[in-house]
């Protein structure tokens, strides 16, 4: 009993040490990531797209994108007070992945071009137009300036003052042809819970190799 108590002492201190160790290696993990969501959340202008993208599980949808970037074009509070919206929930999915488009497009990259014909997630045409006052439009809504910009990890976040509609005039003939966005949106929900069980399998198996690594360091 005597040698039990023992191997208890000993054991204990290692095991509290390393689950230590994995909760702040862990913590730093996360500290790490940098979300563009988070950032224009805490402007305070965007309850209603928060509402929304919670409803939808936006983080598990972009996942499913394997890693590549995405550019929102996210209504205010406001715009959406004014398109009579204040409930986030009710607004469809059709019309969230119409603000969404593949590939990260900043500000400085958009204004190369007058006009650009781009598909969004909801494979529906998005034309882009930039003037030489450096002012942007997206299916004819002004991106908010103050607003623009807003990076993270996943790409970047653009304020606008409106929802973008489904229809919109296109770009003159010689513009570029439109970007069709890659397949992975036509059932985005379905495929986020089947990228949920692979990224949970992935976790475990990071957790036990950084529990590893703490208990060789202790």
Request: negative net charge.
């Amino acid at each position: 009993r005597q040698v039990s108590r023992m191997v208890i002492i000993i054991i204990m201190p290692s095991i509290f040490a390393s689950t230590t160790c994995l909760l702040l290696l862990t913590a730093l993990q996360y500290a790490a990531a940098e979300s563009f969501i988070g950032k224009a959340v805490a402007t305070g202008q965007f309850n209603v797209l928060n509402a929304t993208l919670a409803s939808y599980d936006i983080p598990t949808l972009l996942a499913t994108l394997g890693g590549a970037k995405i550019t929102i074009f996210g209504p205010t509070d406001a715009a959406f007070a004014e398109a009579g919206i204040t409930d986030g929930t009710a607004i469809t999915q059709a019309v969230l992945l119409r603000h969404g488009i593949l590939g990260e497009y900043t500000a400085a990259t958009i204004l190369t071009q007058e006009c650009q014909a781009l598909t969004t997630l909801s494979v529906t045409p998005l034309i882009i137009q930039s003037a030489s006052d450096g002012s942007i439009t997206v299916n004819g809504v002004a991106v908010n300036s103050t607003l623009a910009d807003i990076t993270g990890d996943e790409g970047v976040f653009h304020g606008i003052n409106g929802v973008i509609p489904d229809a919109f005039p296109a770009c003159p003939t010689d513009a570029p042809a439109p970007t069709d966005a890659p397949a992975p949106t036509d059932a985005p929900l379905a495929a986020a819970k089947d990228s949920a069980s692979q990224m949970m399998s992935l976790h475990m198996v990071a957790i036990a190799g950084m529990f590893m690594s703490c208990v060789l360091f202790l």
